[in-house]
């Protein structure tokens, strides 16, 4: 079973919005390595969510097994399709 990070992201505005980015790339084969890439990558976390939300900040991130995305009413949203 595959793990995924999702950085769940609040907006700077003050509003209650939340939005959320799921990472679907690297998969990873359990939560410690999904958590350890985590750590080991804010850097890249960091500039990717401010090149697609730069009204967002983030406010908490979490590995989350594939199963459980649907679950969470999480599916990817990959760049360039053309489906939502």
């Given at each position: 079973?595959?793990?995924?990070?999702?950085?769940?992201?609040?907006?700077t505005?003050?509003?209650?919005?939340?939005?959320?980015?799921?990472?679907?790339?690297?998969?990873?084969?359990?939560?410690v390595?999904c958590t350890?890439?985590?750590?080991?990558?804010?850097?890249?976390?960091?500039r990717?969510?401010?090149?697609?939300y730069?009204?967002?900040t983030?406010?908490?991130?979490y590995?989350?097994?594939?199963?459980?995305?649907?679950?969470?009413?999480?599916?990817?949203?990959i760049?360039?399709?053309q489906?939502?």
């Open positions: 079973m595959s793990w995924f990070l999702v950085v769940l992201l609040a907006s505005d003050g509003s209650s919005w939340q939005e959320g980015f799921l990472w679907y790339d690297p998969k990873h084969a359990s939560d390595e350890e890439w985590a750590s080991s990558n804010t850097i890249e976390i960091l990717t969510v401010n090149y697609y730069t009204e967002w983030v406010d908490k991130t590995c989350v097994r594939e199963d459980r995305l649907e679950d969470l009413g999480i599916s990817p949203l760049e360039n399709s489906s939502l």
